[in-house]
């Protein structure tokens, strides 16, 4: 092997490695990201379900409808 493929071969093991690493450091930011928004996600539904069950339950003792689902029936008409 003469030394212009050794220096080509160098090089191109240098920017396959930079670009490998650039790829899988992307894909664990946006994984991250995802698996926040997943948790978001959860978190909040397990916020609301606490409000759904005392709203089913207690349907005869509410006289409306309870704050948590106010809100989310206020809220879209406020973002339009």
């Known amino acids: 092997m003469t030394d212009r ?7 191109y093991k240098s920017v396959r490695i930079a670009g490998q690493l650039t790829y899988y450091r992307n894909r664990v930011d946006e994984y991250t990201r995802a698996n926040q928004q997943a948790i978001i996600v959860r978190n909040t539904l397990l916020g609301l379900a606490p409000w759904r069950e005392r709203s089913v ?18 809220l879209p008409s406020r973002v339009r």
């Not at 339950?57 to 309870?66: F, H, L, M, N, V």
């Open 57 to 74: 339950s207690s349907r005869t003792e509410a006289a409306g409808p309870q704050p948590a689902w106010l809100l989310l029936c206020w």
């Open 5 to 11: 493929d050794t220096a080509v071969r160098a090089v």
